[in-house]
């Protein structure tokens, strides 16, 4: 492959990974939207939040990532499906962390203490996006195992 080849490829796939987390933003703007008076000071609306950011992270990195490597043409090693499941894994893993961490520490009466502001003012949003990066490697990473080649649809 001459090095023409492999920057345009590089830039293609960077380009491609730059709109997979702009449109899992913006989808994670339209449900925090359509979803602003979600009350979060209870548990069962705080876990409603995540469970947008995971549906939203794991959406717009997927839909986006197999609508563009469709454009692309790109040969893929990886069934669509096993993509999904991996973006959802990836996506899901830190926010369960964040689940696991504020379980602990985060009930109604408790708002006002600095246990629950770090929980809300750190790890929140630290795990989230990494939860966004994670989404990231899962979409690709079955395209790095060795499978059965197959054409995206």
Known sequence: MSFGKFLWKLIAWIFTVFLQAISAFILIFVLSVI????????RTGWLATLAGVAAGYTTGIWASGIGLLHIRKTQS????????FFTAAGTLLPLLIIVIIGWSGYTPARMDTAAQ????????PLLAQVA???????????GWMKTK?????
Not at 35 to 42: D, I, P
Not at 117 to 124: C, S, T
Not at 149 to 153: A, G, L, W
Request: hydrophobic share 50%; glycine share 4%.
């Open 35 to 42: 979803f602003a008076n979600a009350n979060v000071a209870n």
């Open 77 to 84: 090693n990886a069934p669509i499906v096993l993509r999904l």
């Open 117 to 124: 502001q770090r929980i809300i003012n750190f790890w929140q």
């Open 132 to 142: 966004l990066a994670t989404g990231l490697i899962g979409f690709y990473l079955p």
């Open 149 to 153: 080649p197959s054409k995206h649809p």
